[in-house]
């Protein structure tokens, strides 16, 4: 017979002592003489005794896990978030549990289910791009558990929200695209459902309307999945157009260094015929050919906040104190490399 895992009943026995008695040694309860403690400890050591922390925490109903749904868990962005979490959630005792939605709503819907089940005490959540119905969280938020949005926000959900100011780096990268002499400035989006790609997009509209330049709708296309190939292919047909663009601010990395491919496979050059920049300074930004200018956002310093603010509202709701949502909007900043500069060197803005 296999050896089977040390019961408070083995430690009681073996000591002649009750079941309760050993359950408030090994919490140090004032109750239990400092002799009766040490025989308890030296033989739970010496029996090998573990603790049953999930069930102390069920009792205790807190189980110090958060739950993380992201969208895609290579995008090096949201990488570097669930680094920012994880490294803060320990510094408090916290585990993480991490669910991937692939921009599904339906799959967002079943991470939130699942982690309901698992017994998570809060939740950091970047929407799906499909995303378009929230009850699902408002429950989390009915039942006590509370939600913190990241990155991909909705103002139809009160919580608390983590962003980068999207508007302001899009703004800058499209100034950016004037400054360098370019005058018909492409837009490739994604889905205008999240907030985030809304305020991008509402970015680079305000710097063509404040520079005096004409807004194309022939020039804004649109990327379902913000991906490489996407970014190619409608580069393609922008390039077909009988007065094509001559810069473009993408929406994400993965589109702008698409796009570069497309113009480059047309027998074009970046920047002199088609100057490109991006959003979230990629790691493979800086090594393809040229080297793509970019909106860094402070990911990291995201995951770092969103969980200083979910433990913040676990703490209160466990206390019975009024939670308030918070909204921090981070500063971004332009890398700007060869895609936009030609020879000059890259420089941060």
Known sequence: ?????????????????????VSRALNDKPDIGIETKRKVM?????????????????????????????????HHFFSNIINGIITEAEKFGYSVMIFQSNESYHSELKGTKTFRKSMID???ISLADTTDDYSHLSSLQEHKIPVVLIDKVTDRLEASKIVCN??????????????????????????????????????????????????????????????????????????????????????TDPTAIGAINAVKDSGLKVPEDIAVIGFSNWSMSS????????????????GEKAVRLIIEEIENIRNDKP??????????????????????EGVNV
Not at 215 to 241: A, F, H, P
Not at 287 to 302: A, F, G, K, R, Y
Not at 323 to 344: D, E, N, P, Y
């Open 166 to 251: 999207d508007y302001q780096g899009a703004y800058d990268a499209t100034s950016h695209l004037i400054e360098v002499g370019k005058r018909r400035i492409a837009h490739l989006t994604g889905s205008l459902t999240p907030l985030t790609t809304r305020e991008r997009h509402r970015g680079y509209c305000d710097a063509l309307k404040n520079n005096d330049l004409k807004l194309d709708n022939e020039l804004i296309r649109y990327c379902d999945l913000v991906s490489g190939e996407e970014g190619y292919q409608e580069m393609k047909t922008l390039l077909s157009l009988s007065n094509p663009p001559d810069a473009i601010f993408c929406a």
């Open 323 to 344: 939670v308030v949502f918070k909204t921090h909007v981070m500063k971004t900043a332009l890398i700007l490399r060869q895609s936009t500069l030609g020879k000059k």
């Open 1 to 21: 017979m296999g050896k089977h895992n040390t019961r408070l009943k083995d430690i009681a026995d073996k000591l002649g002592i009750s079941i309760p008695t």
């Open 42 to 74: 030296e033989l739970a050591e010496e029996m090998h005794y573990q603790r049953n922390e999930f069930a102390i925490n069920f009792k205790n109903q807190q189980s110090f896990i958060i739950g993380v749904i992201i969208p895609q868990i290579v």
């Open 287 to 302: 090594v393809i050919d040229p080297p793509l200018s970019s909106v860094i956002q402070p990911d990291v310093e995201m």
């Open 122 to 124: 809060g939740l950091i």
